[in-house]
């Protein structure tokens, strides 16, 4: 009645205002509202004390998890941040909602993955319409060699022969229903008899992720084996066996088993490994031959051999080195090759290199071999191999290139230059930034999968022919036609001269000269510097910007910096950043210490007592973009992801007038509290990287460089927007301390506000919320940078 009422009501007040615009008056312009009051969450100071050195944590209640009390405050905190941010971005919804429709349509709609082909089979993932989570289905490559179309329906149904051709394996928002409304999966491994499929679900309430195996013949879920707690898994006897690891209670993989398919007979227990600091890990080299059984601690990794073929029969210890050294372990044809960085002859080594041995070698230590010679100006950063070559991923300085060896080797030949073995020079464009091999399963197939990554191109899933020498951009955006370009898709996408450069020859034209690639160096230069840093090392700097709207001297700019764990720093195309380039932005990026890219000891160099030198690196980097009028002075912003965050965060404490703005994400921002009392169960690797606390050296280092505990008092602080997650690795606490701590020390003024953005669900899961976070990034920047 209400509903009615209203209806009633309105065209009687719509009158009654036209009736009295005779008599209207003008107000008068009502003065801005007053900025709103950052919350103050309630401080209860605990006392810490070690190695000589004592302090007080007046935030520490809000990790305190098991505390009902401390939790009900922390919920009424987290509302009251929730308002404040969007009470301070209110006057910025309509630039996000432009935002949004600008990077909606970039979004790759990724409506299928690249189909993989193994064996008689071809493998894909799609999303069919108005689902959450993909289906992984497959279909006979002999029935359709050219993949028609990949939306519902035509994707399972041959029109013209009138015959259902695609096979849904595993439904994820059937998953989604088993594990409580989320689909996360991390290992996923068909038999290599086309008969299984075992893979291993993230169960959030209890926090571990669970195996299952299901049967592809007939969709069901077979009865054994079912764990928890599993962390890697391979096959073996064709398929009929599978091995899983699983964790215990602080999640470190300390159990291997063995399970036989269609046997009642208990899982057998191959490997336990008692001592608390051993991680296991099992995988099966590519041709399925062998599977290897890596141990490794902070004294030392060992690699045993297991036979595929009888997994009972036990393992031998075939590789043992010093500790957390990387080892990769293949079999070609009665040879095992082993891609490691350990120390050779007693030397530390900066880079990977190969080696072989013989499988049937008895002796014992057992001989291995380098293939190759050492050559510091070729650093190899990854192989692949299958039956008839092996890949190598090799850096010239910053230049990429990606070479093919015929296999098998010559043993005259092994032991010399690369460049003996005439190597073929596959071909890749300019600027690249990374290439990751695919997963390549099919071992005996001459085609190999690459997906390579560039500052100013979308990413590009390649397919090379190492036999005929043709080469297939299988899948990459299109930014000029708004369109992905998919080999196996909907060709009406596509010109045909677009279609007729998708395949080239490596002997053939230059491929410049055909532009396969849908580079973007047309409208964005990337140009590359060596910035020397505070004690003199060079730091590689990479910078963006739009060939048409770059202001000269007075462009804003976002630094973007990580420096851990010895990764490389993300530097390929994003499609959000297109917004902030196209308004005459410039988007840099620093590969300081303790990232990847510049070998073992640019690792060593940031980590641990030397983590300040990644700080000071990343300041420097800064620094030169002021210098050199890249970027305007009052117009610098910075960027972290996770350990990128701690980068950030401690670069600011350090110079906090450099920057105008910073957005941190998830970030790490507690160390000393999280490494000498954790909450989440941490990694070797965690400790290696960032310092144990019972170390008084790493202890003493962590204090200098650690975000939360060199926040300076009555400072003016940058602007700065944290996001962080529930579902995160470094815990919600962390931000939320971190963000409480600055207000309450630096200097306040509200232009310069210090949000804390939350979200509840996993973000890279959904691209809505990919696209609205981002738009939320891109406006906090614009407002607070060029108000």
């Not at 209860?44 to 990790?63: A, I, Q, R, T």
């Not at 595929?308 to 043992?320: H, I, Q, R, T, Y």
């Not at 994003?574 to 990847?596: H, P, Q, T």
């Not at 207000?743 to 609205?772: F, G, H, M």
Request: hydrophobic share 35%.
């Amino acid at each position: 009645m209400r509903h009615l009422l209203t209806a009633v009501r309105r065209p009687l007040l719509r009158h009654r205002a036209i009736l009295q615009s005779a008599n209207y008056k003008p107000q008068k312009p009502q003065p801005p509202p007053s900025p709103p009051s950052p919350p103050k969450p309630p401080k209860k100071p605990v006392s810490f004390c070690l190695h000589g050195e004592s302090w007080e944590d007046e935030y520490n209640w809000m990790s305190q998890l098991n505390d009902r009390v401390a939790m009900r405050h922390m919920d009424v905190y987290m509302e009251q941040e929730e308002k404040y941010t969007e009470a301070v971005m209110y006057d910025t919804e309509r630039l996000q909602s432009k935002l949004q429709a600008e990077m909606a349509p970039r979004l790759a709609a990724e409506l299928s993955s690249p189909p993989l082909r193994w064996g008689p089979w071809l493998y894909y993932r799609r999303v069919e319409e108005g689902k959450q989570y993909p289906v992984l289905c497959r279909r006979l490559a002999s029935l359709n060699e050219e993949f028609i179309s990949n939306k519902s329906p035509s994707a399972g149904f041959d029109f013209t022969s009138g015959k259902k051709i695609e096979q849904k394996l595993l439904d994820y928002n059937l998953e989604a229903e088993r594990f409580g409304g989320y689909a996360y999966e991390e290992l996923s491994e068909v038999s290599p008899d086309h008969c299984y499929l075992a893979y291993t679900m993230y169960d959030k309430d209890n926090d571990y992720f669970k195996l299952s195996v299901r049967d592809l013949n007939f969709g069901s879920l077979c009865s054994k084996p079912q764990a928890d707690r599993v962390s890697s898994i391979a096959w073996a006897k064709d398929g009929q066996a599978l091995l899983y690891v699983v964790t215990d209670d602080k999640k470190r993989p300390f159990r291997l088993y063995c399970s036989m398919l269609g046997s009642n007979d208990d899982d057998v227990l191959l490997l336990e490994e008692p001592q608390e600091n051993v991680h296991l890990g099992i995988r099966h080299t590519k041709d399925f031959r062998y599977l290897t059984v890596n141990a490794f601690s902070t004294q030392s990794s060992k690699v045993f051999l297991i036979n595929a073929a009888d997994p009972l029969s036990g393992m031998a210890l075939v590789w043992e080195c010093e500790a957390n050294a990387h080892c990769i372990i293949e079999h070609h044809q009665e040879y095992l090759y082993l891609f490691t960085d350990a120390a050779a002859q007693g030397q530390t080594v900066d880079h990977h290199y190969l080696l072989r041995s013989p499988v049937a070698l008895s002796c014992s230590p057992r001989d291995w071999e380098n293939v190759f010679a050492n050559d510091q100006e070729l650093i190899i950063e990854d192989v692949d191999f299958c039956d008839s070559h092996v890949l190598l991923i090799v850096r010239e300085g910053r230049k990429y290139r990606l070479y093919s060896i015929c296999l098998p080797l010559s043993n005259s030949k092994v032991g010399v230059h690369l460049k003996e073995f005439n190597p073929q020079n596959l071909p890749l464009p300019d600027h690249v930034s990374q290439i990751l091999p695919g997963p390549n399963y099919d071992f005996y197939s001459s085609i190999m999968r690459f997906a390579i990554t560039s500052p100013v191109m979308p990413d590009a899933v390649v397919d090379y022919d190492l036999v005929n020498g043709k080469w297939t951009i299988v899948q990459q955006q299109n930014l000029l036609y708004e369109r992905t370009r998919v080999l196996y898709g909907s060709a009406s996408s596509m010109s045909s001269s677009q279609k007729s450069s998708m395949s080239i020859n490596f002997c053939g034209n230059n491929a410049g000269d055909d532009r396969p690639w849908n580079d973007l160096t047309e409208y964005y230069a990337c140009e590359e510097y060596d910035v020397p840093s505070y004690d003199g090392v060079l730091v590689p700097l990479t910078i963006l910007y739009s060939r048409h709207q770059k202001k000269n001297g007075g462009s804003p700019g976002l630094l973007h910096g990580h420096g851990a764990y010895g990764e490389p720093l993300d530097k390929r195309w994003r499609n959000e950043l297109k917004s902030l380039l196209d308004r005459g932005w410039v988007i840099a990026y620093a590969d300081v210490r303790g990232g990847g890219g510049g070998g073992r000891k640019w690792h060593h160099d940031g980590r641990r007592t030397n983590k300040l030198n990644s700080v000071k690196d990343y300041i420097s980097c800064a620094k030169f973009l002021i210098e050199r009028e890249v970027v305007q002075d009052t117009k610098l912003a910075g960027w972290g992801y996770s350990a990128g965050g701690l980068l950030v965060a401690s670069a600011i404490n350090f110079c906090p007038d450099i920057f105008r703005a910073a957005v941190l994400k998830v970030p790490f921002l507690d160390p000393t509290h999280t490494l000498l009392m954790p909450i989440l169960p941490l990694t070797p690797n965690d400790y290696e990287e960032f310092g144990y606390p019972g170390d008084i050296e790493d202890f003493r280092a962590i204090r200098e460089y650690s975000p939360y505990d060199n926040i300076r008092k009555d400072v003016l602080y940058p602007a700065i927007l944290v996001t962080s997650s529930f579902n995160t690795r470094f815990g919600v606490w962390e931000a939320a301390k971190w963000v409480a701590r600055v207000r309450e020390y630096s200097a306040y003024d509200p232009s310069r506000p210090v949000l804390l953005n939350l979200t509840t669900d996993v973000v890279e899961d959904n691209r809505y919320l990919q696209c609205k976070e981002a738009a939320m990034e891109t406006a906090f920047l614009m407002k607070t940078v060029e108000p």
